[in-house]
């Protein structure tokens, strides 16, 4: 029994006032009509029509049943209206998880320009370093750090490469001297980036022959602008995503070291949950954050390339 067809039927039945006309606006027969007014009666286990061959009238329990279905209709086509709306119209709240180094050089400069150009969404950004299910905690999307995505039925789109950076102040480095390979770091104080796409205690680079290096880092933390800070007063060195370091490479507050180690390859990926059926407001925050994050990875991968991941 489809439930709301029946109910359906029975409000134009009741406008209608006969069976025959109510056949013609649904381009049906008086017989299925008739059926599924049945079948509405059956369900409720009430009588709604008294009928005969010539005449029908609604009975009292009909009358009151029609005044609640017409309300339930038109909630029905409201909604119906709205969802529809959803996907061609940006508006509501898009939840959206990321870390709080993608946030403050990536999502929060965009801010503006979004809400400028859709005013009827509203953003509500949790900044923490671990991804959620999306689907279990209702996300609409999220970026998420990576050396490849595991298999599941997310959507991704790869955003570009992050690289990494081994960097000191000028100040450490009068102090304390240049590393010159790897293995120098053992010698130095080591700052450590504690993050999902980061081994504890653990420094990797992208040959084949190339070790992982062991490390007792003098401090870590979990929050990149965090240790950015401790790396610009001399506490040591730290290995941190060129987004996060490229303005103190570029205005000398930091200084890159150990060039010729390349990092081991991770990359910056956007997920949301289906292609299909897309809300609107998803669809423009995707194409709207897309190319600029794209072209800000590009931009920051000259201020230096070496080192490990990003978290």
């Not at 009509?33 to 029908?56: F, K, Q």
């Not at 770091?185 to 700052?191: A, G, S």
Request: hydrophobic letters at 40%.
């Amino acid at each position: 029994m489809d439930l709301l067809h029946c109910m359906r039927t029975f409000v134009i039945l009741a406008d209608a006032g006969s069976f025959s006309r109510t056949a013609q606006r649904l381009d049906q027969t008086p017989s299925q009509v008739t059926r599924a007014i049945s079948a509405l009666e059956a369900h409720l286990g009430i009588r709604l029509l008294h009928r005969t061959t010539r005449s029908m009238a609604l009975t009292e329990a009909g009358q009151r049943y029609l005044s609640r279905t017409r309300a339930v209709l038109d909630a029905v086509e409201l909604s119906e209206r709205e969802a529809q709306g959803a996907a061609h119209h940006p508006r509501g709240r898009l939840r959206v998880h990321c870390s709080a180094s993608i946030a403050n050089c990536f999502l929060i400069p965009l801010a503006e320009p979004f809400q400028r150009a859709y005013p009827d969404v509203r953003v509500d950004l949790t900044i923490a370093p671990r991804l959620p299910d999306l689907v279990r905690d209702q996300y609409d999307v999220a970026l998420v750090v990576s050396a490849a995505l595991p298999p599941s039925d997310l959507v991704g789109i790869d955003l570009g490469p992050i690289r990494s950076v081994f960097c000191a102040s000028p100040e450490y480095v009068a102090t304390y001297g240049l590393p010159r390979s790897p293995q120098d770091l053992v010698t130095h104080r080591c700052l450590q980036l504690v993050a999902p796409s980061y081994d504890d205690r653990l420094w990797r680079f992208s040959g084949e022959d190339d070790d992982p290096l062991a490390i007792d880092p003098v401090l870590t933390v979990d929050t990149a602008a965090s240790l950015v800070i401790a790396a610009r007063e001399g506490v040591g060195i730290a290995l941190l995503p060129s987004f996060v370091v490229a303005d103190d490479l570029r205005e000398g507050r930091l200084v890159p070291l150990l060039p010729q180690c390349a990092s081991a390859s991770v990359n910056l990926y956007l997920l949301y949950a289906s292609r299909q059926h897309l809300d609107a407001k998803i669809r423009v925050w995707v194409d709207f954050m897309r190319d600029p994050i794209r072209r800000q990875l590009h931009a920051s991968a000259g201020h230096g390339s070496n080192g490990a991941p990003n978290g």
